[in-house]
């Protein structure tokens, strides 16, 4: 998948592992590698919806014209594969879930401790309620400056990553973003998502190399 002989490539590589931004056993690609289980989704924005319910104070569901009326922020971040390669400097934009609870939109109740992404076909994500909140979790619509192309998940998905100098930050894997997001729900206890009960590390973070459980 890389090409570890492009020159641009491992000038790149080393320039960013001096800036301290390469995690351990990461190798940084210039390309946006396509990883999923099953089948890239139909999207049919008249029948569309995206739904939040659980533990808050009243259920939600926006069509997608609604979603796309909810406020947007743009975030750059470095994006990393439980499967080695790296990308960095990624732009995306999107809905923040911390502004939808600053804003009243979604309002966990204090038992909401975790959150399940629930996408299409059934897969699933968890995370705990901190990280969906961080600055470096957003449900996406846009990537470098487009819409998600159909493979990377349009018209939704979950992304999460590293923002350079934001130590403060947890960082977790990209699977912990589903892509072809349809849905939030709020948890008082943690449950497994899709790779989760495969196998996969619950905590994800990538500066510890928690790939697998
Ligand atoms: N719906 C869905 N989302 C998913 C997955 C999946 O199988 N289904 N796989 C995850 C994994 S394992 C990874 S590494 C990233 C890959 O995102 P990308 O294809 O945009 O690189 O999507 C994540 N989100
Ligand atoms: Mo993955």
């Not at 192309?149 to 589903?178: M, S």
Request: proline letters at 7%; aromatic letters at 14%; one cysteine or more.
């Amino acid at each position: 998948m890389l090409n570890y002989e492009n020159p641009d490539r491992r000038e790149e590589e080393e320039r960013i592992r001096d800036e301290n931004r390469l995690p351990p056993g990461q190798a940084l690609t210039l390309k946006f590698p396509v990883l999923h289980y099953g089948q890239v989704p139909p999207f049919n924005p008249a029948t569309w919806d995206f739904r939040v319910w659980g533990e808050v104070e009243q259920e939600a569901r926006w069509t997608w014209a609604e979603f796309n009326q909810l406020p947007h922020t743009k975030i750059a971040m470095d994006i990393h594969c439980v499967t080695r390669w790296s990308k960095f400097d990624t732009a995306w934009e999107g809905v923040s879930v911390r502004m939808l609870v600053e804003q009243g939109l979604i309002k966990p109740l204090p038992s909401a401790r975790f959150i399940m992404q629930h996408a299409e076909y059934g897969f699933t994500v968890n995370l705990p309620l901190e990280m969906a909140l961080q600055d470096n979790f957003l449900l996406a619509t846009h990537f470098n400056g487009e819409p998600l192309t159909p493979d990377h998940g349009y018209p939704l998905r979950g992304v999460v990553g590293a923002i350079a100098e934001r130590t403060d930050l947890q960082t977790p894997y990209l699977w912990k973003g589903a892509k072809w997001l349809r849905g939030l729900e709020f948890m008082r206890q943690d449950r497994l998502g899709f790779w989760e009960k495969a196998g996969y590390h619950n905590k994800a973070d990538v500066w510890k190399e928690e790939r697998f459980a």
